[in-house]
Each structure stands twice: as C-alpha cells, then as structure tokens.
C-alpha cells in the first residue's frame, strides 16, 4: 500500500536550518502535486508549500524567502529546506500527496505520519 514518510525533523535554535524529507512508496502511477503542511499545537493545519508535477510551487506568506521546496532526483520523493528558522515555525510538518493514482485508486490524498520541528533556544 502507498506510504509518505518524513524525516528530517528535530530541534533547532533560532535562524537555524533544516532540510525535511519525504518518500512516497507503493504501487503509484502518478502524483498530481506533493507539498508540505504543519500544525502547530492549537492551531489549524495550515499549508506551507507545494510543489505540482509541473514543477509549479507555492509556499505560505509565513515562509516565503525562507523555505524552498523540491522534488528529488529519486522517484516521488519532496525536500522541503527550511532556512532562518523562527520560533513560530515549531509544529508538525506533514508531507502530503495530492492526486496519487495507483493501479486501483484515483487520484486520492495521502498524508504522512508527521515529524516534528522545534525551533528553540
């Protein structure tokens, strides 16, 4: 079956750096777009960026400047590098698959399990 896995999460002091990680395995034909959310304790889940087949990208204001986000050489995989880190950037940080079609489903969503970012001193 199709799993998103994330790595790369940690702790990290202010205006420091971290480079997420996420690779989608199973029986996939094809991914519409993946991206990056977070939640932080109390908050909605909110998008953080995304990134089409196309190579298309859109990031959240919040990150915009800060974060790039990728899609790896190897297959279905998306890097989210994170730079200057700030406080407020603590949540945790799911990996998502939009429009993932395998040999017996359409284009449906899939999450990872989250991995968890804490910006501080």
């Known amino acids: 079956q199709v799993q998103l896995v994330e790595s790369g999460g940690g702790l990290v002091q202010p205006e420091g750096s971290l480079r997420l990680s996420c690779a989608a395995s199973?029986?996939?034909?094809?991914?519409?777009?993946m991206g990056w959310y977070r939640q932080a304790l109390g908050k909605e889940r909110e998008l953080v960026a995304v990134?089409?087949?196309?190579?298309?990208?859109n990031y959240a204001a919040s990150v915009k400047g800060r974060f790039t986000i990728s899609r790896g050489s190897a297959k279905n995989t998306v890097y989210l590098q994170m730079n200057t880190l700030k406080p407020e950037d603590t949540a945790v940080y799911y990996c998502?698959?939009?429009?993932?079609?395998?040999?017996?489903?359409?284009?449906?969503?899939?999450w990872g399990e989250g991995t968890l970012v804490t910006v501080s001193s």
């Open positions: 998502n698959a939009e429009g993932l079609t395998t040999p017996v489903h359409y284009g449906m969503n899939y």
């Open positions: 990134i089409t087949s196309g190579g298309g990208t």
């Open positions: 199973g029986s996939i034909v094809s991914i519409k777009a």
